[in-house]
């Protein structure tokens, strides 16, 4: 079984819908992250979680929201969706230590119409 | 100026063939390095961390040039899966935390 899973791995929506995408892990690991992937422009930080509760802003967090209600779960909202949010979703965690690696789940990809 | 900038590629080799890769970033006080794969449509993997004396892990070399503030990646013997896309990665110094900063990636297409 995957570590770290996200649902759903797929979205249509229309522009106004509220979306919520999930991610879980079973790493153990404190440290959660939520980012966006567009052609052209890499992989962005929206939000990053260290702790049940901390909740910390990354380059991207307008229009976003995120809840970390458990160590395992860390939960991405977009309260309105807008055709520019169209993107691929991935959830990551990690462990602080040397090596800083990070583990990604299998993605999201949303389509907001 | 991009923090961490790739040449997109694609990189078309055949089999067997010898490729490297760059990567600049603009954060002279960069602290960590990495390179990661991505599967078409699939989430990236750490490849390799990047050290300063520089490190191998079998076919794949990685580099570190700070003067120059750029990393490269060497891929030897190349196989048909190592067709991807190779993510450059960096963790400023200045951020609070050891954030990760990925460069947009290096299509490498490798044929029969």
């Known amino acids: 079984d995957a570590d770290v899973t996200q649902t759903p791995r797929n979205r249509i929506t229309k522009t106004g819908k509220r979306i919520m995408l999930e991610c879980s892990q079973t790493?153990?690991?404190?440290?959660m992250y939520w980012y966006r992937q567009d052609p052209g422009l890499g992989l962005r930080l929206i939000y990053y979680?260290?702790?049940?509760?901390?909740?910390n802003k990354g380059e991207i967090s307008d229009g976003y929201s995120v809840s970390r209600q458990a160590q395992a779960k860390f939960s991405l909202s977009l309260e309105s969706a807008i055709p520019n949010q169209t993107a691929l979703y991935f959830c990551?965690?990690?462990?602080?230590?040397?090596?800083?690696?990070?583990?990604f789940g299998p993605g999201t990809r949303l389509t907001v119409l | 100026r991009k923090e961490v900038e790739q040449d997109p590629g694609p990189f078309n080799v055949p089999e067997g063939a010898t490729v490297a890769f760059n990567c600049t970033y603009s954060?002279?006080?960069?602290?960590?390095f990495f390179w990661y794969r991505q599967d078409c449509r699939k989430e990236p993997k750490l490849l390799m961390s990047?050290?300063?004396s520089g490190n191998e892990d079998g076919r794949f070399t990685a580099q570190l040039n700070r003067a120059s503030q750029y990393i490269s990646l060497l891929i030897r013997d190349s196989k048909l899966s190592d067709s991807a896309t190779y993510l450059c990665?960096?963790?400023?110094?200045?951020?609070?935390?050891?954030?990760?900063?990925f460069g947009t990636g290096t299509r490498l297409l490798v044929s029969p």
């Open positions: 990551a965690t990690s462990d602080p230590g040397l090596t800083n690696e990070q583990f």
């Open positions: 790493k153990g690991h404190d440290r």
């Open positions: 979680s260290f702790d049940v509760k901390d909740i």
């Open positions: 954060n002279s006080a960069s602290q960590s």
């Open positions: 990047v050290y300063s």
């Open positions: 990665v960096v963790t400023p110094m200045n951020t609070g935390f050891q954030k990760l900063v």
